[in-house]
């Protein structure tokens, strides 16, 4: 293995950047690939190109077989995270399960009471303003933002900076008529019809949810629905 290319790899998802690093099996040959850049010496065709691309989507290394012999392609995805806004009492399954799927997570709470160390154990907490956190953070395309304390307050800030970013899920717990209720904010701020279609509101699938942890099942559910869109689109028209 190259090292220099292993080195890149793992900076480049650090960066927020997601890579492959491909391997011939018998030649020991590599290829790095970032976005549209390729870097090494491995022949290319659409199909290993299309199998890379997938990988990348599904998230998950894979041995595949190429006219020249296996390749392994593994992937350098930048880290899942999520960051719930709202210490309540919804957040604490959801910290918990989110982070069993492999989710960084950031529970984002102005009031210290609530985002505690006690009620939270061993999950990043954040005490600023969501505005402010959110400045910090950066969420990208690898990031899930969830609203849940019902206060215009705290979580339109954070829903403000969620539609300015370019988060792969956006959800706000709320019923329909506090869902209205935020949208017509949100458009006096400025945001349109096609902002509001990235919001999840009510958030979470409807699964019959009523305890805190059968609502964060469903949220992490519709979070995981949203992650592998495309998968799933693959499937259904296999």
């Keep these: ?21 491909v391997t011939d099996i018998k030649s020991g040959l ?6 549209a850049d390729f870097k090494g010496n491995i022949r290319q065709s659409e199909s290993l190109i299309a199998a890379i691309r997938q990988a990348l989507v599904d998230d998950r290394s894979t041995l595949i077989e190429t006219p020249e012999g296996k ?16 210490a309540v009492h919804i957040a604490q399954p959801l910290a918990r399960m989110a982070a069993m799927a492999g989710y960084a997570v950031t529970v984002i709470d102005p009031r210290s009471a609530f985002a505690s160390s006690e009620r939270f154990p061993g999950v990043e907490l954040s005490t600023e303003w969501p505005d402010e956190a959110m400045a910090r953070l950066k969420p990208d395309r690898r990031s899930a933002i969830v609203t849940l304390t ?5 979580d339109d800030p954070a829903l403000i900076a969620a539609l300015k970013s370019p988060a792969f899920y956006v959800g706000a717990l709320g019923s329909k ?62």
């Design 177 to 238: 008529k506090t869902h209205a209720a935020r949208l017509k904010r949100l458009a006096e701020a400025g945001f349109k019809e096609t902002d509001f279609a990235r919001i999840h509101g009510p958030v979470g699938l409807d699964i019959g949810a009523v305890s805190p942890t059968e609502i964060a099942v469903s949220i992490l559910a519709q979070i995981t629905a949203t992650l592998r869109a495309d998968r799933l689109k693959s499937r259904q028209a296999a």
């Design 150 to 154: 019902h206060d215009p307050k705290v």
């Design 71 to 86: 390749v392994f392609i593994e992937v350098f995805n930048p880290p899942l995270r999520l960051m719930v806004v709202g």
């Design 30 to 35: 590599q290829e790095l690939i970032q976005g």
């Design 1 to 21: 293995m190259k090292l220099e290319l292993l080195k890149r790899a793992v900076e480049s998802a650090a960066a927020g950047q997601p890579a492959a690093l």
